[in-house]
């Protein structure tokens, strides 16, 4: 039973080579599929693959994000004081998402070819910092809008979700997941 829970976070968080192509190879279709049903194939020469496959991601840690929030939101939401509130929520679901998308951004996005320890941690740190910085951005722009504005939070987050979403990638594909020149 142990060493089984180990071969699957093994295989999750330190994947062979072979490993992350046989993956590759059976989301590949899925991916085509799904680029064909939503038509975005026709604006391939202006998307591109890599960026289509992280809508997809940045969709799904969206939705872990905005839902903490809401969620987060809703079972906490007569404190003492309102804007301490919304940044501790933001701040909880942001660490959620952003657990929750390193390992699909790491080998489906930007398929980094860094399998070790070592350089996976390496990359785990800058993805956590580049993320850090958005939510920094993030948390300001929270604060401007709600607490000093009076803005619905609720309409505020998605919005500045589309901001993140841009940010963070340019972060991943400049810094992060950046082929090294030594490679």
């Known amino acids: 039973m142990v060493k089984g829970i180990v071969n699957v976070l093994r295989f999750i968080f330190f994947p062979s080579p072979e490993q992350v192509e046989a993956t590759h190879a059976k989301l590949a279709p899925i991916i085509d599929k799904l680029l064909e049903k939503t038509r975005l194939t026709k604006l391939s020469p202006i998307i591109n693959p890599k960026f289509t496959i992280y809508f997809f991601i940045g969709c799904f840690t969206t939705f872990i994000n905005i839902g903490g929030f809401y969620l987060l939101w809703f079972l906490f939401r007569k404190p003492p004081d309102k804007s301490v ?3 501790i929520i933001n701040s909880i679901a942001w660490l ?4 929750a998308c390193f390992l699909p951004n790491k080998f489906f ?3 980094s070819p860094y399998l070790g320890v070592k350089l996976t941690f390496k990359e785990f740190v800058s993805f956590m910092l580049s993320r ?3 939510l920094i951005i993030e948390a300001i722009g929270l604060f401007i809008f709600c607490t000093t504005l009076g ?3 609720l309409i505020v ?14 972060f991943a ?11």
């Not at 594909?173 to 490679?183: I, P, Q, Y």
């Open 96 to 99: 959620l998402s952003v657990v």
């Open 151 to 153: 803005w619905n939070s």
């Open 157 to 170: 987050k998605p919005l500045l979700a589309v901001i993140v979403i841009i940010l963070n990638y340019v």
């Open 85 to 87: 509130l919304i940044q």
């Open 173 to 183: 594909k400049l810094w992060v997941f950046a082929k090294k020149s030594n490679d």
């Open 132 to 134: 850090l910085a958005t």
């Open 109 to 111: 996005v930007f398929r």
